[in-house]
């Protein structure tokens, strides 16, 4: 429930968003908030993935290194902090409305929250208790929706597009709160220096597949940021969120859950679980695609506002285009279960070579080249991703995984079992 309660608080936001700031303003608010994420995001050094890992093997350890697990949280937010700040200047990033030093704190502050959020959720699911992790997800977006709506209603409030990123920032304090309940006081105990030692190389190792990932996974909207103009950003902002709010059900799940539920798995069991869970995923993508492409071009203008028009166009070519997102979270986490993360290198070089390609063929001089593109990068990277499960023994070729009626009768009766409780 916590995923489909994250998708209508998100679906909400970006209506208000939409609505508040048009299209142009939207496009310089998505352009920053793309930056902010994706500069976090490789600034974290995926230790708290390795952590993650480390926990399922040694739960019992969990609440000692809570000290050393937040120390390292703050020296990775110093570290990508600098780091930002000295390749900000070089970023070719041009915004109206937002300058390059409100983009340095807001990212700041915003790096510093992230590092934390992490560190208690690895703590959460390192013992496969996602409670507070689903509650948490549920509680950003919807503060984030509720401190938009009273911004709305304020009389005479020029709200930016600044405005909205740091009301983006605000939402991250309940969720923090959330997760952080419980730990903060085994938090002034000796620091564990052998297992940040032991952690970090593991965390190095998973990076670089992170790293690639986070780069592939928004390289669309990334050559988008550097190619169009601030009004057809906000058209394609708007298009993608739209589209993404339905398949963030699936990729928060499997993002979620997959990775320390597998790690915990014997090899018999994984194949089961992987492949039943990879049929499932199938079935749900297609249902989710065939209801954008029929219902999302008139609405699309309707809920966002006129002006959106060209997003509501935008909408069915992405939907085309994402279908294979929710796979190819499936194949990332998969093969992180394992500790492994070259596979997801892989994935990731595929994608930005044939996004890399397209664009010196193309120039993505309209949207349905880039989204052409985008569709054929996440295809052959799902592709790619599956010769490695194959190998691994996580799947066996063949129409195995295929969905078929028995899929559909186990996620109905999936389904009302869960709404019975």
Request: one cysteine or more; a positive charge.
């Amino acid at each position: 429930m916590s995923g489909a309660s994250v998708t209508v608080m998100t679906f909400l936001s970006g209506i208000l968003i939409a609505r508040v700031l048009g299209p142009t303003a939207r496009g310089d608010y998505g352009a920053a908030i793309l930056v902010i994420q994706m500069f976090s995001t490789l600034g974290s050094l995926s230790f708290f993935s390795a952590t993650i890992l480390y926990l399922r093997r040694n739960e019992e350890r969990l609440m000692s290194l809570i000290p050393s697990m937040l120390a390292a949280a703050f020296a990775i937010s110093i570290f990508a902090t600098a780091v930002f700040g000295a390749i900000l200047p070089a970023v070719p990033i041009k915004l109206e409305t937002i300058s390059k030093s409100s983009l340095l704190l807001t990212s700041a502050i915003y790096i510093v929250a992230l590092m934390l959020v992490q560190c208690f959720d690895a703590a959460e699911r390192g013992q496969m208790v996602f409670g507070r992790v689903n509650l948490s997800r549920v509680a950003a977006p919807a503060t984030f929706t509720l401190l938009l709506f009273v911004a709305w209603l304020i009389p005479g409030l020029n709200i930016t597009a600044l405005t909205v990123v740091i009301l983006f920032l605000l939402s991250k304090a309940p969720e923090l709160l959330i997760l952080a309940n419980g730990y903060l006081r085994h938090a002034f105990s000796s620091l564990d220096l052998s297992f940040i030692r032991e952690i970090g190389p593991l965390g190095l190792r998973l990076h670089i597949a992170v790293a690639l990932s986070a780069i592939s996974s928004q390289i669309d909207r990334i050559v988008a940021v550097g190619v169009w103009n601030s009004g057809l950003l906000g058209q394609y902002f708007v298009a993608y969120s739209a589209v993404g709010a339905g398949f963030a059900v699936l990729t928060t799940a499997v993002n979620t859950i997959l990775l320390p539920y597998l790690a915990g798995l014997e090899s018999d069991r994984r194949t089961s679980q992987v492949m039943r869970t990879f049929r499932l995923t199938v079935l749900v993508s297609i249902v989710f695609a065939l209801v954008g492409v029929v219902f999302l071009p008139n609405f699309v203008p309707w809920v966002y506002g006129a002006d959106y028009d060209v997003a509501g166009a935008l909408s069915v070519q992405l939907v085309l285009a994402m279908v294979f997102l929710p796979l190819r979270a499936l194949v990332l986490e998969t093969t992180r279960s394992r500790g492994r993360g070259w596979p997801a290198v892989e994935l990731s070089l595929v994608s930005m070579a044939v996004m890399i390609m397209g664009y010196f063929l193309t120039g993505f001089v309209v949207p349905a080249q880039l989204i052409a593109t985008f569709a054929l990068a996440n295809l052959l990277s799902v592709l790619t991703g599956m010769r490695h499960l194959w190998k691994d023994g996580d799947i066996k070729l063949g129409s195995g995984l295929l969905p078929g009626v028995s899929d559909l009768h186990w996620l109905f009766r999936a389904l009302r079992s869960r709404g019975k409780r």
